[in-house]
């Protein structure tokens, strides 16, 4: 039988027995009136298509009361005392971190869509929806000639799901992870209290949230740094056939603080062409079997100047001597685009693999921060293990400094690469095939040199850390986050003390409660 109808049918049978119970018991409490046990197929996976499990029921919120509502029933039900509660926004993780099997899972794009500009103390933010798509918010804030200041490649995630795990791009190395660029937020807690808080106000949990994991809280707002939005963009690549020259001029680039953006690709000399448009450059390309071989790999610097029609020719200044820097390159390309197409760079791409049924695919994806030191020992492991396997995807390769924050640097580093090697499998390498436990299998060996402990010196591992790791169990999460982890635990204590929130990242495990609490709410 085909996983979707048994995953139909448990969940048809799983809603009776639920309605039944909740029926035939003599204890009443209060629900949001719009909890549905009928539960769409697209909510038992995420992107990812890798881990499957299927929610008793989805909350398809009109108001953050009702995730209050919900999260206030949980905390205070003895009927509740294994139910687990996911926010979900278009569920773009890809190890089952969006998802809470048996538990409920909150359909964060129900939310009424909200976007405001606000003035003020010179600055100008925008007041943003948890549920709201980063590209909603270009869109609104481009009418105002605004926008904000830093982004994800991918615009069709939602603000709340971005700030819940930091947010990095190509923008990055200059304006900080989108966390950064955040003064405010309302946060329904694990309790179920609707709290306003920022670095004056509550700040724990401000602090907390960002880039928390959906532990602690869901976002149902956020006010969000804004800048003046440039019109046009120079998009850069210089390519390169040397991986040590290609982060030699990665570093004095971002260094030289002249460009806007700046990321790093891996590429292999026999990647056919991609049905990117020709005003755009192809990241994703392969719609075929791509071995990554030595002697075929090579690297391309992308780059971004963003100016207007007043500063054409500083621009071209800024250029030149970008360029300058990067002398030795074999190949420059320049494409002079709009900063809403450079921006939604990725949106034709998945377009065109959707077309081509590429984009509904398991995705084994890796990503890492890769300390300086390490980097060329990383990419010689990574070209080593995958030598004979199929390369279907991006591999991002670019530097950044302490801007973005690592759980725990055991190198006493303060420069990292981040490391992503975003492999779409093809069709038929499904969940239990050889195909797709192959890919994993080369994931977690990589994963496992990198993340082990070494030193600058070129011995044991090279002490990277995982950026929205895969982990089992809490044991692992307390190496992940070393010594910052008992911070984390006391927070997760105090803001979500049964442990309802974020299941699938497979942290903390569901506690009961040892009596009844009163704080939450009348049954």
């Known amino acids: 039988m085909h996983l979707p109808l048994i995953l139909e049918l448990s969940t048809a049978l799983l809603s009776i027995l639920l309605v039944f119970f909740f029926r035939s018991s003599n204890i009443f409490f209060k629900l949001p009136a719009n909890l549905s046990f009928q539960v769409p197929v697209n909510l038992t996976s995420d992107y990812g ?3 499957h499990g299927s929610p008793a029921a989805v909350l398809k919120p009109s108001s953050p009361d009702d995730i209050s509502l919900l999260l206030k029933s949980i905390y205070s039900s003895p009927l509740h005392n294994d139910v687990t509660v996911a926010a979900r926004g278009t569920g773009h993780s890809t190890h089952g971190q969006a998802l809470a099997p048996g538990g409920f899972v909150i359909d964060m794009r129900s939310l009424p869509l909200s976007i405001t500009i606000v003035d003020g103390d010179g600055t100008s933010y925008v007041d943003a929806g948890g549920g709201a798509l980063w590209i909603d918010v270009l869109n609104e804030t481009l009418r105002h000639g605004l926008s904000p200041r830093s982004w994800t490649d991918y615009l069709y995630l939602t603000v709340g799901g971005t700030l819940s795990v930091g947010g990095i791009s190509g923008q990055t190395f200059k304006q900080g992870p989108q966390i950064s660029n955040v003064v405010e937020m309302d946060v329904v807690t694990g309790k179920g209290e609707i709290v306003q808080c920022s670095e004056q106000e509550n700040s724990d949990l401000f602090h907390g949230v960002l880039g928390g994991l959906g532990q602690l809280g869901i976002i149902t707002r956020a006010r969000i740094k804004l800048r003046p939005a440039p019109p046009m963009v120079a998009w850069i690549r210089v390519k390169h056939h040397d991986f040590d020259q290609f982060t030699r001029h990665g570093e004095l680039v971002v260094n030289s603080g002249e460009v806007d953006y700046l990321e790093g690709f891996i590429k292999f000399g026999d990647a056919p062409q991609s049905h990117q448009p020709k005003n755009a450059f192809s990241r994703f390309g392969a719609e075929r079997c791509v071995k990554p071989r030595q002697p075929t790999a090579y690297y391309l610097l992308e780059m971004a100047i963003y ?7 500083d621009a071209a200044k800024k ?5 300058a820097r990067v002398s030795s390159m074999t190949s420059v390309e320049i494409l002079e685009v709009s900063y809403l197409d450079f921006l939604n760079r990725v949106r034709e791409e998945e ?8 984009w509904d695919v398991p995705h084994p994806w890796m990503n890492l921060f890769v300390p300086r030191s390490q980097i060329r020992r990383f990419h010689d492991l990574f070209l080593r293990t995958m030598s004979d396997s199929c390369v279907n995807g991006p591999i991002i390769i670019w530097n950044l400094n302490t801007s973005i924050v690592v759980p725990q640097d055991e190198a006493g580093e303060d420069v990292f690469y981040v490391v992503s090697v975003l492999r779409a499998a093809p069709p038929t390498c499904t969940v239990g095939s050889s195909c797709l436990d192959g890919l994993m299998q080369q994931n977690e060996q990589m994963i496992r040199m990198a993340t ?3 030193s600058s010196h070129g011995g044991g591992g090279m002490g990277a850390k995982q950026y929205m790791p895969y982990l089992q169990c809490e044991e692992e999460w307390r190496e992940h986050f070393g010594q910052k982890w008992k911070r984390f635990e006391e927070l997760k204590s105090k803001f979500d003390p049964l442990n309802v929130l974020a299941p699938g990242q497979r942290i903390f495990k569901r506690r009961k409660p040892l009596k009844a609490s009163a704080e939450a709410g009348e049954l």
């Open 307 to 313: 100016y207007d029609d007043d500063d054409v020719s």
């Open 319 to 323: 250029r030149a001597k970008v360029l």
């Open 351 to 358: 377009l065109s693999l959707r077309r081509m049924g590429l």
């Open 452 to 454: 082990a402990r070494g």
């Open 49 to 51: 298509r890798i881990i």
